[in-house]
């Protein structure tokens, strides 16, 4: 059994076999001590007495390790110090937002008159996205705009037909200086057809009577095919064979 420091207390009674157990403890201590074996000490645990309590240690060997204990009587309490200094007011540094499950924290300082605080406070998480809202009343009507830029004419670059029935359209835009505008305009239905007119003016009848009393027929007057070499002459030729074929019916 390892050596207790603590045994035997005040007034206990004691027994032969305890104290040769003690006794092996120690000289287990020793020979440790002696042959170089104590590797290293550890303490394991320090208790905090009652003021004027005796201070004990407990000692053990475990393997090759000093295993330590103490308890520790706590000093008595002292007097009352001076009355420490008025301070003037609380100033608020600071107020740092940081992440949401992050601790919340406050630093205090006292710089002789007044106490100091920096805080710091986690946002909270984000929140779902709300039902949308009511429809708003309309806003006040805005201001004139500026001046636009002045354009020198409008330019039609297309009119398109559409099909019957199509809605007509219209595109425009505006390249800096004209408006241009694109027009698509449908053609209207066919419309039915109508009924056969009253006769002309000139009834076949009217016009065999008009052919008869015109010169005969001259398709069988040939024209002068020859070519003359005298300038006038070849002029007066060609102008009678426009003659005859003017004459001429198809």
């Not at 408006?179 to 065999?208: C, K, M, W, Y």
Request: aromatic content about 6%; glycine content about 16%; charged content about 15%.
């Amino acid at each position: 059994m390892p050596y207790d420091a603590q045994w035997p207390q005040n007034g206990q009674m004691v027994d032969a076999d305890r104290f040769r157990e003690q006794f092996g403890g120690l000289k287990a201590l020793i020979d440790a001590l002696q042959g170089g074996g104590i590797s290293g000490a550890v303490v394991d645990g320090v208790t905090t007495l009652p003021p004027g309590s005796p201070a004990n240690v407990g000692l053990s060997l475990s393997g090759s390790v000093l295993h330590f204990t103490f308890d520790v009587p706590a000093g008595l309490e002292g007097p009352a110090g001076p009355q420490g200094l008025p301070f003037a007011t609380a100033v608020v540094d600071g107020v740092n937002t940081v992440g949401p499950g992050m601790p919340a924290a406050v630093n205090v300082t006292f710089d002789g008159s007044a106490v100091r605080f920096t805080f710091d406070i986690p946002r909270g998480q984000d929140g779902t996205n709300g039902t949308d809202g009511g429809q708003g009343p309309p806003g006040n009507d805005g201001g004139p705009g500026p001046q636009g830029p002045a354009f020198a004419l409008a330019v039609v670059d297309a009119v398109t037909t559409l099909d019957p029935g199509l809605p007509a359209t219209v595109q425009t835009s505006f390249d800096g200086l004209n408006v241009h505008f694109s027009f698509g305009i449908p053609r209207g239905e066919d419309g039915t057809s109508g009924s056969n007119g009253a006769p002309g003016e000139v009834s076949q009848v009217q016009l065999d009577t008009a052919i008869q009393g015109t010169s005969a027929n001259t398709n069988s007057i040939a024209t002068l095919d020859n070519v003359f070499a005298d300038p006038e002459l070849e002029a007066v030729r060609q102008k009678i064979n426009e003659i005859i074929l003017n004459g001429r019916r198809l």
